[in-house]
């Protein structure tokens, strides 16, 4: 026992400032140790079947991936699939009903089996029980949550527009239908909730007065988590469907919803849109990866088809037959229409900056590749035709979140969200209409 002491106390100290190996008689001798040890497996391994060989070398890969990204990046995280039951494995009945607990999650109640039964549970017991003093247990006292062009602030904040929220839609069911997650600190996680929502306008809203129309929509939500609380979070739906399902016009209504906040202070700087790709005579840096990992993968990637406008890489980035969920349910198909897509978004704002805030991958089950989630910001001055229509000249700052399908470095199938409704509030804000 003293010997292994001493062992572990020595080898701490062999390592300089740099993380230079200091070399010590003594650290010689153990250094010995250690190659007569690889030296030995290294034989062993000659004794191995293929597909044990093949199996371990895979491991490896992928501890290396993600220590390498975990300690380089602090934009990529990655979590371990095999630490919790992923969503579609069970349907909710038969997912909630599950109690074993595989996952470590210091600091978080007991109810909870792994971080993913956490966001799911508490999201079933605010929306569809009507739990809502489940925020208080869940949600920390100074949390901010971010909402496309503004923010709410502090958990009061939060109570109201959950109450307003159900007032509005009092049958609301909530569908998760992924949650890509990751480790955060010691005792937290990140998380990217993706949900497909039906309900029916029963009660008046920001949008305006009761349809009694039933619709969909789809709503993504990061969060940032630790110790049983949420302690961040940033919220994307598809508003602008929403609004169209009502039968209501998106403009109109964002229009009145600008002439609302005109007495607010945003969340935004008006100088917003200013810091273009293009900074005088600078072109937009291309991003390279520095490994092979997936994350690494979609830094390139986004880099490389929004910043750079490289939009002929969607061949290089996406499988031949991919598909793309768009916002208003769209779905498109193939390089073409996903190519459309991109360039009829990026001409609304043709010298806008696009920035990748965070990425999240987890691994799929049965080596199904990677569920990946990307949190970003395109801000520019909205002063070309496109998406949205005739320009505004109005500095836009769009968030979104997309999640990803990713097999063999290729995206497979996309879930691409964002508030096009707040784009059109953000465009009418300053407007002759608002200021009457």
């Not at 292994?4 to 250094?31: A, C, P, Q, R, V």
């Not at 990046?73 to 909710?92: A, E, R, T």
């Not at 998406?387 to 999640?403: A, E, R, T, V, W």
Request: proline letters at 3%; aromatic letters at 10%; a negative charge.
């Amino acid at each position: 026992m003293k010997e292994h002491s001493k062992f572990i106390t020595h080898k701490l100290n062999t390592y300089s400032k740099d993380g230079d190996i200091d070399m010590g008689e003594e650290n010689k001798k153990i250094n010995n140790q250690v190659a007569t040890t690889a030296k030995e497996s290294k034989e062993r391994d000659i004794d191995m079947g293929e597909e044990n060989k093949k199996t371990n070398n895979q491991v490896a890969i992928t501890a290396k991936e993600s220590k390498t990204n975990h300690a380089n990046s602090n934009k990529v995280f990655y979590g371990d699939g095999k630490q919790v039951l992923p969503v579609g494995v069970l349907d909710y009945n038969d997912f909630s009903v599950q109690t074993k607990r595989e996952q470590k999650m210091e600091g978080f109640d007991p109810q909870y089996r792994d971080f993913v039964d956490y966001i799911l549970k508490i999201t079933h017991q605010i929306w569809e029980e009507k739990g809502i003093g489940v925020i208080y247990d869940t949600y920390h006292n100074n949390i901010t949550m971010h909402l496309g062009s503004s923010n709410l602030v502090g958990i009061k904040d939060v109570i109201s527009n959950t109450l307003q929220t159900l007032h509005a839609f009092p049958d609301r069911r909530l569908i998760g239908q992924n949650v890509i997650w990751s480790d955060f600190g010691p005792k937290g996680f990140l998380s990217s909730h993706r949900v497909l929502s039906t309900a029916t306008n029963l009660g008046d809203s920001n949008f305006g007065p009761a349809t009694g129309k039933k619709i969909n929509f789809r709503t993504v939500i990061d969060c940032a988590t630790t110790n049983n609380r949420i302690h961040e979070e940033w919220l994307v739906r598809d508003n602008l469907w929403i609004v169209t399902q009502l039968g209501l016009n998106p403009r109109e209504v964002a229009k009145q919803m600008a002439l609302n906040s005109k007495n607010k202070v945003n969340a935004l700087q008006s100088s917003y849109g200013l810091c273009e790709s293009m900074e005088g005579q600078y072109m937009p840096e291309k991003y390279t990866a520095k490994d092979g990992s997936v994350g690494e993968m979609m830094l390139e990637m986004l880099n490389h088809i929004y910043n750079c406008k490289y939009i002929n890489e969607v061949t290089k980035y996406y499988y031949d037959n991919a598909v793309v969920h768009f916002i208003c349910d769209k779905d498109l198909n193939g390089y073409d229409e996903i190519q459309g897509m991109i360039i009829s978004f990026l001409a609304s704002v043709p010298n806008g900056s696009f920035e990748v805030e965070r990425v999240t991958c987890t691994d799929r089950p049965n080596e199904d590749g990677y569920d990946v989630a990307v949190r970003w910001r395109l801000r520019g001055i909205n002063e070309g035709i496109g998406f949205f229509g005739q320009p505004s000249g109005k500095p836009l700052d769009i968030m979104g979140i997309n999640h990803y399908h990713v097999l063999n470095g290729k995206v497979k199938e996309e879930w691409m969200t964002f508030d096009g409704l707040d784009v059109l509030k953000q465009m009418a804000m300053g407007s002759d209409e608002q200021e009457e």
